[in-house]
């Protein structure tokens, strides 16, 4: 089998390769720059853009850990073309997300569009649903590296953030075992933490106490656009989510120990995997 990873350098794809590499899998990474990629050495990297599929080296290609173009207004055409272009192709892993489960408008529709194309192209196909990255937790890293402190709306509601090493492992496993066609995976952490609780659980893992700071939607809206760098409406759309969960609790999934065998990880550990990200140059964390 040989594995083809999509997005390669991305939150996700980076730990797909990660894992692959300790597997000691065949595989190619996809990036558009692999000079600048800087992916562990060995790694076959090869160059190439998922808007122009045609010219994608897929020869050869049996699996696919594959995401959806979002920029496009076609993801669901590029897809198809990335499909039929892959004459050797048996299985794909396709990175989708819970907002196709929740069925969320304006957020879930292109994600579907893939996945009904992925299913009709007679593939073994696999659908993981992550709900939201941990990563995303990093729009607070600002704050919390300067000041101690996050500063959020809706301090009291829950998420269950997902860890990007998790999407990985899970992502891995459905690529090289059988037994995971024609499912589709919905992925959470371990934990539903309140915002006011998801700071503490980053304190505990810096080994310093992060304060919260509760702000109005508008504060918060205007702390994305003018700090994190968020358009309008993409920081609305994150809003949104924290706005719907104060008055919906997302569901926590098994899905992920059903899968790997054993519970997630915590948001704890992944501040202390991102501890560089979250603490100033002068500051020793734990």
Do not use: C
């Not at 994608?56 to 959806?68: E, H, N, Q, R, Y």
């Amino acid at each position: 089998m040989t594995i083809l990873v999509t997005g390669a350098t991305g939150n996700v794809g980076r730990r797909v390769v990660d894992r692959l590499v300790t597997e000691g899998a065949a595989f190619r990474a996809l990036t558009r720059n692999p000079d600048k990629a800087g992916l562990p050495a060995g790694v076959e990297t090869v160059k190439g853009d998922l808007t122009r599929p045609a010219e994608l080296p897929l020869a050869g290609v049996t699996a696919v850990f594959l995401l959806a173009v979002l920029e496009s207004d076609d993801a669901a055409g590029l897809a198809r073309e990335f499909l039929a272009s892959a004459p050797d192709l048996r299985r794909v892993v396709f990175l989708s997300s819970d907002a196709v489960t929740a069925r969320r408008p304006g957020s879930y529709e292109l994600h579907l569009s893939v996945e009904q194309v992925i299913e009709a192209a007679g593939v073994e196909w696999t659908h993981l649903r992550p709900g939201e990255f941990m990563a995303n937790k990093l729009m607070w890293a600002g704050s919390i590296r300067e000041q101690d402190v996050v500063r959020w709306a809706y301090p009291d509601a829950p998420g269950a953030p997902v860890h990007e090493a998790d999407i990985a492992e899970v992502a891995v496993r459905a690529l090289l075992d059988d037994g995971h066609a024609g499912r589709a995976y919905s992925l959470t952490g371990p934990d539903l933490l309140t915002h006011r609780q998801q700071a503490a659980a980053i304190g505990e893992g810096l080994g310093r106490p992060i304060a919260f700071e509760p702000l109005t939607y508008g504060q918060a809206r205007a702390s994305l656009i003018r700090d994190v760098g968020l358009p309008w409406d993409v920081a609305e759309y994150v809003l949104g989510y924290a706005a719907q969960h104060n008055e919906e609790p997302p569901p926590v999934s098994p899905d992920f120990e059903r899968v790997v065998g054993r519970r997630g990880r915590t948001l704890a550990e992944w501040a202390r995997d991102h501890a560089a990200e979250l603490s100033t140059v002068n500051r020793t964390a734990g």
